[in-house]
C-alpha cells in the first residue's frame, strides 16, 4: 500500500536506516570511487590521483581494446541467440507438458542454476580436452571407420584430436552452457501466460504447426524473449571465468582485461574506465529493453 | 424428409489416464442442423467438440464428416471452424487480419481475401471495424470477431464452445436469436456446446444431453422437455416433481403407478410397457399441476380423464413466489414432501387468490405425467 | 484399427508426446547435466586421469577431507555463506516492507539504486570492492577468524540482499490487506500485526531469498577473488588455483561435496515450503 512516510517517520527509520546505509554505504561508495578512478592517473606506484582526464577512455577506445570491447558483445550476443536456438523448443516442452511432468523439467533445468559456476566450467574442460570425451568419443569412430576402410585398401590417416579446448569455441559453447536454464525460464513463464486457445485457434483456421509458431507463438511471446535475451546477454558481456578457464590467449573478454589492471598491470585508472564502459554497454541493453517494451504495451493501448 | 448425414461419431471414447470423459458416445448430426450438446460441466460435451475439432484424439472409435474418417487428420486441415469460449482474437493481430488470418494461411490473394473479410464483418454487424485492435472492443464485439473469422471459411460445420457464457445477461438473450438467425443466413451446420439448458431450448433444431461421458438422449427440444427417457434429462432440463412408484396397472391404453409418496395414485392415458410391479418414477412439471380452494367442506374436484381419487391430493400452499408473469406455488403434501405448482396470472386481479397457509387441492390430467424408467 | 486400445495419439498441443522434441529435450539434458554426472563419476576413479575409468575407490575423498587448504576453505566459504544469508535476508526483508508500505520522496531512485547490484556486471563490483577495500576501509589483516572474513562477507552481502528483497517484494504483494485490516479489527497492535499476520505470509519468501542468497554467496567466484587475501581462501577459490594447476580426482571430490550440500540444501528447503520457494523465485 501507500502510505506516507510522514505518518509513521518511527517505523519509516526503523525500516529504512539500515538498508539505505548499507546500500550507500558498502555499494554505491565503492562504485562512486571506481567511476572517479576512471578519470584519473597513477600519480606514483601507489598513489592516484583523480584529474578528470580522459586519458583512459581514449586508451580504452584504441583498436586493440576496442576490439576485445567488440569481441565480448559479440560473443554475447552469439551466446544469446544460440540459447534462444535451443531454449525455446525446451520451453515449449516444459509448458505444454502434464503438470506432473512439468515440475520435474523445470526442476531439472533449474537444478543447474544451484551447483557452482566454476564447478560447471570445470567439468565442461574435461569434455572438450584434447584427450576429452568428445575427441575420445571421435577418435574410437575413427579407427573404426579406419578398420573398415582397410578393407577396401582405403586405411585413414591417423586420427588427429580437434582443438576443442582453449579456444573462442569453448567460450561460447561454455557461455551457452552456463546461461541456458536464464533463458528457458523466462521463455517458459511467457509461454505459460500464453492462452493455449490461440494456438488452437490458429490450428483451426488452417495454419500448420510452423506458420502457427511464427504468427501465433513468437509474436505473443516476445516479452519473454526479450527478457530472456537480456539475462542471458548481460551476464555474458561481462564473463570472467569461462573465457578465463575455457578461452585461449585470443579469446580474451573485457572483464579478463580489466581483471588483468588491477591484478597485474597495475593500471587501475585505465581498469576502472573499463569497467565503466562495461557497466555502460549493461545499461544501455537495458535501456533498449525497457524502451521496447513500454513502446509495445502503449502501441497496445 | 430425408436429412442427410454430415458428421458421425462411431464408438468414440475419450480417456485421460484413468478418467473417462467420453464413453462409447454414438451420434449423427444432419446437413444443416443447428445442434446443440447440453450437459453439465464435465460431461464430455467440450472433449466431444473439441475431439470433431482436432484438439483431442479419440482413444476408441471414429469421427466422419461426410463419410470420411478424419480420425488422423490434423485440425488445420478439417472443414471445421471453432468460436472458442475464451474467443481466442490474436491481441497482436486488428480485427480485419483475424478475420483474414485463415484466409492468409490458405493462400488466397490480398483482393480477394479483402473483400470475403468486408463481407464477413458486414455479416456480423462489425462493418468498418477492421482497422480496430481486439482490446479495444467489448466482450460481444470480440465475440463477433470470433464468429467472422470462423465463418469467413466457409466450414462445413461450424462449432460453438459456450460461445454465450462470457455475456452478459442482457446480451446473451438478444445473442441467441442473432445466432439462430445467422445460422438460417449462411446454411451452414452449427454445433453449440452449453451447459445452459434455456440456450439449448432456444436455439437448437436438436440436442444431444450427456451426462458423466455418456449420451442420455437425443430429440427436439420439445421432446426432451415433454418426452424424457430418463430422471437425469426430466431433471436437467426445467423444473420437475419426481415421485417413485410401482407400476401397478400397464396395459396398451393406461397405466398406474401406486406411490408411498403420494396419498392417491397416479394414473395414466397411455401403457408405458415396463415390467409389472418394476419401480419407476413418476416426472411432473409444476405448470401441469392444477391448483383448487379446499377446506369449509369443498368436495376434491373430479378429472373427468381419470378415475375418483386418482390424479388428485390434498396439501397446504408453505411458499409462493410471485414473478410477474406467472406465481410459483409450493405445496406441502401429507408426509411432509413438497410438491411445486405454477400458475401463470392471466387476468391483472385474480378471483381465485392463493395465498400462504391455504388448504388446496392439486390435481393434474391422465396424460401430463411422464414414468420414467430409468 | 491402428490406434492402440489405451492410449490415444497424440493431440495437436502434446508437443511432448512428439519424437522430434523429445530427442531436443533429451538432448539438451544431457548436455547440462552430462559434464556434472561425469564429474562426480570420476570422483570415485582409480587413476589420476579423469576421463578413463580405472576402478572404484574412495582414496580421493579421504585425499580431500585430511587436505587441511581445502577444508579450511570450505569451513571459510560455509562461514561467509552463513553469515551473509543471516543478514542480507534481515536486510531483505527491511527493505521489502518500506517498499511496500511507505511512499516516500526518492523512492523510484531508490528502487533503481536497489536494482544495480543485479545487474552490475560481477568484474564491476568486483575491483569496487577490491579499492573500496584498500583505499577507504583497508581491512585488517591480522584478524582473528572469522573476524578476517568481514571484507568478503560485507561484498556478498552487497550483491545478496536486492535479490531477497526483490524475492520477499513479491510475496508480499500477494498478502491480502483485509486480514492486517481484521487483526487490527479484533484487537491486535501494530506489532502483533506485524508477528501474528505479516511474518507468516512472508515466511515462504524469506525462505526462498535466504535459499538464493546462500547459493549466490557459496557459489561467488569473481567478487571473492577481488576480495580474499592469501589467508581468507575460500572453496571457489581453491577449486579455481586447483583447476588452473593441477586438476586431479581430488578436484572432483571437492566439487562432487558441494554439489551435493548445494542440492541437497535445495531439496530440504523445498520440502519444507512445500514448493513455494519454486514459485518465489520464479517470480509467481
Request: glycine content about 8%; overall charge neutral; proline content about 6%.
Given at each position: 500500500?501507500?502510505?506516507?512516510?510522514?505518518?509513521?517517520?518511527?517505523?519509516?527509520?526503523?525500516?529504512?536506516?539500515a538498508?539505505?546505509?548499507?546500500?550507500?554505504?558498502?555499494?554505491?561508495?565503492?562504485?562512486?570511487?571506481?567511476?572517479g578512478?576512471?578519470?584519473?592517473?597513477?600519480?606514483?606506484?601507489?598513489?592516484?590521483?583523480?584529474?578528470?582526464?580522459?586519458?583512459?577512455?581514449?586508451?580504452?577506445?584504441?583498436?586493440?581494446?576496442?576490439?576485445?570491447?567488440?569481441?565480448?558483445?559479440?560473443?554475447?550476443?552469439?551466446?544469446?541467440?544460440?540459447?534462444?536456438?535451443?531454449?525455446?523448443?525446451v520451453?515449449?516442452?516444459?509448458?505444454?507438458?502434464?503438470?506432473?511432468?512439468?515440475?520435474?523439467?523445470?526442476?531439472?533445468?533449474?537444478?543447474?542454476?544451484?551447483?557452482?559456476?566454476?564447478?560447471?566450467t570445470?567439468?565442461?574442460?574435461?569434455?572438450?580436452?584434447t584427450?576429452?570425451?568428445?575427441?575420445?568419443?571421435?577418435?574410437?569412430?575413427?579407427?573404426?571407420?579406419?578398420?573398415?576402410?582397410a578393407?577396401?585398401?582405403?586405411?585413414?590417416?591417423?586420427?588427429?584430436?580437434?582443438?576443442?579446448?582453449?579456444?573462442?569455441?569453448?567460450?561460447?559453447?561454455?557461455?551457452?552452457?552456463?546461461?541456458?536454464?536464464?533463458?528457458?525460464?523466462p521463455?517458459?513463464?511467457?509461454?505459460?501466460?500464453?492462452?493455449?486457445?490461440?494456438?488452437?485457434?490458429?490450428?483451426?483456421?488452417?495454419?500448420?504447426?510452423?506458420?502457427?509458431?511464427?504468427?501465433?507463438?513468437?509474436?505473443?511471446?516476445?516479452?519473454g524473449?526479450i527478457?530472456?535475451?537480456?539475462?542471458?546477454?548481460?551476464?555474458?558481456?561481462?564473463?570472467?571465468?569461462?573465457?578465463?578457464?575455457?578461452?585461449?590467449?585470443?579469446?580474451?573478454?573485457?572483464?579478463?582485461v580489466?581483471?588483468?589492471?588491477?591484478?597485474?598491470a597495475?593500471?587501475?585508472?585505465?581498469?576502472?574506465?573499463?569497467?565503466?564502459?562495461?557497466?555502460?554497454?549493461?545499461?544501455?541493453?537495458?535501456?533498449?529493453?525497457?524502451?521496447?517494451?513500454?513502446?509495445?504495451?502503449?502501441?497496445?493501448? | 424428409?430425408?436429412?442427410?448425414?454430415?458428421?458421425?461419431?462411431?464408438?468414440?471414447?475419450?480417456?485421460?489416464?484413468?478418467?473417462?470423459?467420453?464413453?462409447?458416445v454414438?451420434?449423427?448430426?444432419?446437413?444443416?442442423?443447428?445442434?446443440?450438446?447440453?450437459?453439465?460441466?464435465?460431461c464430455?460435451?467440450?472433449?466431444?467438440?473439441?475431439?470433431?475439432?482436432?484438439?483431442?484424439?479419440?482413444?476408441?472409435?471414429?469421427?466422419?464428416?461426410?463419410?470420411?474418417?478424419?480420425?488422423?487428420?490434423?485440425?488445420?486441415?478439417?472443414?471445421?471452424?471453432?468460436v472458442?469460449?475464451?474467443?481466442?482474437?490474436?491481441?497482436?493481430?486488428?480485427?480485419?487480419?483475424?478475420?483474414?488470418?485463415?484466409?492468409?494461411?490458405?493462400?488466397?490473394?490480398?483482393?480477394?481475401?479483402?473483400?470475403?473479410?468486408?463481407?464477413?464483418?458486414?455479416?456480423?454487424?462489425?462493418?468498418?471495424?477492421?482497422?480496430?485492435?481486439?482490446?479495444?472492443?467489448?466482450?460481444?464485439?470480440?465475440?463477433?470477431?470470433?464468429?467472422?473469422?470462423?465463418?469467413?471459411?466457409?466450414?462445413?460445420?461450424?462449432?460453438?464452445?459456450?460461445?454465450l457464457?462470457?455475456?452478459?445477461?442482457?446480451?446473451?438473450?438478444?445473442?441467441?436469436s442473432?445466432?439462430?438467425?445467422?445460422?438460417?443466413?449462411?446454411?451452414?451446420?452449427?454445433?453449440?456446446?452449453?451447459?445452459d439448458?434455456?440456450?439449448?431450448l432456444?436455439?437448437?433444431?436438436?440436442?444431444?444431453?450427456?451426462?458423466?461421458?455418456?449420451?442420455?438422449?437425443?430429440?427436439?427440444?420439445?421432446?426432451?422437455?415433454?418426452?424424457?427417457?430418463?430422471?437425469f434429462?426430466?431433471?436437467?432440463?426445467?423444473?420437475?416433481?419426481?415421485?417413485?412408484?410401482?407400476l401397478?396397472?400397464?396395459?396398451?391404453?393406461?397405466?398406474?403407478?401406486?406411490?408411498?409418496?403420494?396419498?392417491?395414485?397416479?394414473?395414466?392415458?397411455?401403457?408405458?410397457?415396463?415390467?409389472?410391479?418394476?419401480?419407476?418414477?413418476?416426472?411432473?412439471?409444476?405448470?401441469?399441476?392444477?391448483?383448487?380452494?379446499?377446506?369449509?367442506?369443498?368436495?376434491?374436484?373430479?378429472?373427468?380423464?381419470?378415475?375418483?381419487?386418482?390424479?388428485?391430493?390434498?396439501?397446504?400452499?408453505?411458499?409462493?413466489?410471485?414473478?410477474?408473469?406467472?406465481?410459483?406455488?409450493?405445496?406441502e403434501?401429507?408426509?411432509?414432501?413438497?410438491?411445486?405448482?405454477l400458475?401463470?396470472?392471466?387476468?391483472?386481479?385474480?378471483?381465485?387468490?392463493?395465498?400462504?397457509?391455504?388448504?388446496?387441492?392439486?390435481?393434474?390430467?391422465?396424460c401430463?405425467?411422464?414414468?420414467l424408467?430409468? | 484399427?491402428?490406434?492402440?486400445?489405451?492410449?490415444?495419439?497424440?493431440?495437436?498441443?502434446?508437443?511432448?508426446?512428439?519424437?522430434?522434441?523429445r530427442?531436443?529435450?533429451?538432448?539438451?539434458l544431457?548436455?547440462?547435466?552430462?559434464?556434472?554426472?561425469?564429474?562426480?563419476?570420476?570422483?570415485?576413479?582409480?587413476?589420476?586421469?579423469?576421463?578413463?575409468?580405472?576402478?572404484?575407490?574412495?582414496?580421493?575423498?579421504?585425499k580431500?577431507?585430511?587436505?587441511?587448504d581445502?577444508?579450511?576453505?570450505f569451513a571459510?566459504?560455509?562461514?561467509?555463506?552463513?553469515?551473509?544469508?543471516?543478514?542480507?535476508?534481515?536486510?531483505?526483508?527491511?527493505?521489502?516492507?518500506l517498499?511496500?508500505?511507505?511512499?516516500?520522496?526518492?523512492?523510484?531512485?531508490?528502487?533503481?539504486?536497489?536494482?544495480?547490484?543485479?545487474?552490475?556486471?560481477?568484474?564491476?563490483?568486483?575491483?569496487?570492492?577490491?579499492?573500496?577495500?584498500?583505499?577507504?576501509?583497508?581491512?585488517?589483516?591480522?584478524?582473528?577468524?572469522?573476524?578476517?572474513?568481514?571484507?568478503?562477507i560485507?561484498?556478498?552481502?552487497?550483491?545478496?540482499?536486492?535479490?531477497?528483497?526483490?524475492?520477499?517484494?513479491?510475496?508480499?504483494?500477494?498478502?491480502?490487506?483485509?486480514?492486517?485490516?481484521?487483526?487490527?479489527?479484533?484487537?491486535?497492535?501494530?506489532?502483533?500485526?506485524?508477528w501474528?499476520?505479516?511474518?507468516?505470509h512472508?515466511?515462504?519468501?524469506?525462505?526462498?531469498?535466504?535459499?538464493?542468497?546462500?547459493?549466490?554467496?557459496?557459489?561467488?567466484?569473481?567478487?571473492?577473488?577481488?576480495?580474499?587475501?592469501?589467508?581468507?581462501?575460500t572453496?571457489?577459490?581453491?577449486?579455481?588455483?586447483?583447476?588452473?594447476?593441477?586438476?586431479?580426482?581430488?578436484?572432483?571430490a571437492?566439487?562432487?561435496?558441494?554439489?551435493?550440500?548445494?542440492?541437497g540444501?535445495?531439496?530440504?528447503?523445498?520440502?519444507?515450503?512445500?514448493?513455494?520457494?519454486?514459485?518465489?523465485?520464479a517470480?509467481?
Amino acid at each position: 500500500m501507500d502510505e506516507s512516510w510522514e505518518k509513521a517517520k518511527a517505523v519509516f527509520a526503523t525500516l529504512g536506516v539500515a538498508p539505505v546505509a548499507w546500500l550507500v554505504g558498502f555499494f554505491l561508495l565503492p562504485l562512486a570511487i571506481i567511476w572517479g578512478y576512471s578519470f584519473g592517473e597513477n600519480s606514483s606506484l601507489t598513489e592516484i590521483s583523480v584529474n578528470g582526464t580522459l586519458s583512459n577512455y581514449v586508451h580504452a577506445i584504441k583498436p586493440l581494446y576496442l576490439g576485445i570491447i567488440l569481441k565480448s558483445f559479440w560473443f554475447a550476443a552469439l551466446t544469446t541467440v544460440l540459447c534462444l536456438i535451443v531454449g525455446f523448443p525446451v520451453a515449449i516442452a516444459i509448458t505444454f507438458a502434464s503438470p506432473r511432468t512439468k515440475g520435474w523439467l523445470l526442476m531439472l533445468i533449474m537444478l543447474p542454476f544451484w551447483t557452482n559456476l566454476l564447478i560447471r566450467t570445470y567439468a565442461l574442460m574435461a569434455v572438450l580436452r584434447t584427450e576429452g570425451y568428445v575427441n575420445t568419443g571421435l577418435g574410437v569412430v575413427w579407427s573404426a571407420l579406419s578398420h573398415l576402410l582397410a578393407l577396401f585398401g582405403h586405411p585413414l590417416g591417423p586420427f588427429h584430436p580437434l582443438d576443442l579446448l582453449y579456444n573462442n569455441f569453448a567460450v561460447v559453447f561454455g557461455l551457452v552452457y552456463v546461461q541456458l536454464p536464464f533463458m528457458v525460464l523466462p521463455l517458459y513463464a511467457a509461454l505459460d501466460r500464453l492462452d493455449r486457445s490461440l494456438i488452437e485457434a490458429s490450428l483451426d483456421l488452417g495454419a500448420g504447426q510452423l506458420t502457427t509458431f511464427r504468427r501465433v507463438v513468437v509474436p505473443l511471446a516476445i516479452p519473454g524473449i526479450i527478457s530472456g535475451a537480456l539475462v542471458t546477454l548481460i551476464p555474458s558481456i561481462g564473463a570472467y571465468l569461462t573465457p578465463d578457464l575455457l578461452g585461449g590467449p585470443s579469446s580474451l573478454m573485457i572483464a579478463n582485461v580489466i581483471e588483468r589492471q588491477f591484478k597485474t598491470a597495475n593500471d587501475w585508472p585505465f581498469g576502472a574506465a573499463l569497467s565503466f564502459l562495461l557497466m555502460y554497454m549493461t545499461f544501455l541493453a537495458i535501456a533498449v529493453q525497457a524502451i521496447v517494451t513500454r513502446n509495445r504495451t502503449r502501441r497496445r493501448g | 424428409m430425408t436429412a442427410k448425414t454430415i458428421i458421425r461419431f462411431e464408438n468414440i471414447t475419450k480417456r485421460f489416464g484413468k478418467v473417462i470423459a467420453v464413453d462409447d458416445v454414438s451420434l449423427s448430426i444432419n446437413e444443416g442442423e443447428f445442434f446443440a450438446l447440453l450437459g453439465p460441466s464435465g460431461c464430455g460435451k467440450t472433449t466431444l467438440l473439441r475431439m470433431l475439432a482436432g484438439f483431442e484424439t479419440p482413444t476408441e472409435g471414429r469421427i466422419l464428416i461426410d463419410g470420411q474418417d478424419i480420425s488422423r487428420i490434423p485440425p488445420n486441415k478439417r472443414p471445421v471452424n471453432m468460436v472458442f469460449q475464451s474467443y481466442a482474437v490474436f491481441p497482436h493481430m486488428s480485427v480485419a487480419d483475424n478475420v483474414g488470418y485463415g484466409l492468409l494461411v490458405d493462400g488466397v490473394a490480398r483482393p480477394e481475401r479483402d473483400r470475403r473479410v468486408e463481407e464477413a464483418l458486414a455479416l456480423v454487424k462489425l462493418d468498418g471495424y477492421g482497422a480496430r485492435k481486439p482490446d479495444q472492443l467489448s466482450g460481444g464485439q470480440r465475440q463477433r470477431v470470433a464468429l467472422a473469422r470462423a465463418l469467413v471459411k466457409r466450414p462445413r460445420v461450424l462449432l460453438l464452445d459456450e460461445p454465450l457464457s462470457a455475456l452478459d445477461a442482457k446480451l446473451r438473450e438478444a445473442m441467441r436469436s442473432e445466432l439462430a438467425q445467422l445460422q438460417d443466413k449462411v446454411g451452414i451446420t452449427f454445433i453449440i456446446v452449453t451447459h445452459d439448458q434455456d440456450e439449448a431450448l432456444a436455439m437448437a433444431s436438436r440436442c444431444a444431453v450427456m451426462n458423466r461421458g455418456l449420451l442420455q438422449q437425443v430429440a427436439t427440444p420439445s421432446d426432451l422437455y415433454e418426452f424424457p427417457n430418463s430422471r437425469f434429462v426430466a431433471d436437467f432440463i426445467g423444473q420437475v416433481n419426481m415421485f417413485e412408484g410401482r407400476l401397478a396397472v400397464d396395459e396398451p391404453d393406461r397405466a398406474v403407478v401406486q406411490t408411498t409418496e403420494l396419498p392417491a395414485p397416479v394414473y395414466l392415458d397411455h401403457g408405458v410397457s415396463g415390467a409389472r410391479d418394476a419401480t419407476v418414477w413418476v416426472a411432473l412439471r409444476p405448470e401441469k399441476i392444477e391448483l383448487h380452494k379446499r377446506g369449509e367442506g369443498r368436495a376434491p374436484p373430479t378429472m373427468d380423464d381419470a378415475p375418483a381419487d386418482h390424479n388428485v391430493v390434498p396439501g397446504m400452499i408453505k411458499h409462493l413466489t410471485y414473478l410477474g408473469s406467472e406465481s410459483v406455488y409450493d405445496v406441502e403434501i401429507a408426509g411432509g414432501r413438497m410438491v411445486r405448482a405454477l400458475r401463470t396470472n392471466l387476468t391483472r386481479w385474480d378471483q381465485e387468490d392463493f395465498t400462504w397457509d391455504e388448504p388446496v387441492w392439486l390435481s393434474w390430467h391422465a396424460c401430463s405425467p411422464a414414468v420414467l424408467l430409468s | 484399427m491402428a490406434q492402440s486400445p489405451t492410449k490415444s495419439a497424440p493431440g495437436p498441443l502434446e508437443y511432448l508426446r512428439r519424437w522430434p522434441l523429445r530427442l531436443w529435450l533429451t538432448a539438451v539434458l544431457v548436455y547440462l547435466y552430462a559434464p556434472l554426472i561425469s564429474l562426480m563419476v570420476f570422483s570415485f576413479n582409480k587413476s589420476r586421469a579423469t576421463i578413463v575409468w580405472r576402478g572404484f575407490t574412495l582414496d580421493w575423498y579421504g585425499k580431500a577431507f585430511t587436505d587441511s587448504d581445502l577444508v579450511i576453505a570450505f569451513a571459510n566459504s560455509l562461514t561467509i555463506a552463513a553469515v551473509s544469508t543471516i543478514v542480507s535476508t534481515v536486510l531483505g526483508a527491511l527493505t521489502a516492507l518500506l517498499l511496500w508500505r511507505f511512499r516516500f520522496p526518492l523512492k523510484t531512485i531508490f528502487e533503481g539504486a536497489l536494482g544495480l547490484p543485479i545487474v552490475v556486471p560481477e568484474i564491476c563490483m568486483g575491483v569496487a570492492m577490491l579499492v573500496f577495500f584498500t583505499q577507504v576501509m583497508p581491512w585488517p589483516t591480522n584478524l582473528a577468524w572469522p573476524l578476517n572474513l568481514g571484507a568478503i562477507i560485507i561484498s556478498h552481502i552487497s550483491f545478496s540482499f536486492s535479490f531477497v528483497a526483490i524475492v520477499v517484494r513479491g510475496r508480499l504483494a500477494s498478502f491480502n490487506r483485509e486480514l492486517e485490516e481484521a487483526a487490527k479489527d479484533l484487537g491486535a497492535g501494530e506489532w502483533r500485526v506485524f508477528w501474528d499476520v505479516l511474518v507468516p505470509h512472508m515466511a515462504p519468501g524469506l525462505l526462498a531469498g535466504a535459499l538464493l542468497a546462500f547459493t549466490l554467496s557459496l557459489d561467488d567466484f569473481v567478487i571473492t577473488f577481488f576480495t580474499s587475501g592469501p589467508d581468507t581462501t575460500t572453496f571457489p577459490i581453491l577449486v579455481y588455483s586447483m583447476v588452473r594447476f593441477s586438476p586431479t580426482p581430488e578436484v572432483n571430490a571437492a566439487s562432487t561435496i558441494l554439489i551435493v550440500l548445494t542440492v541437497g540444501l535445495t531439496a530440504f528447503a523445498l520440502w519444507i515450503s512445500g514448493g513455494d520457494v519454486v514459485r518465489a523465485e520464479a517470480g509467481d
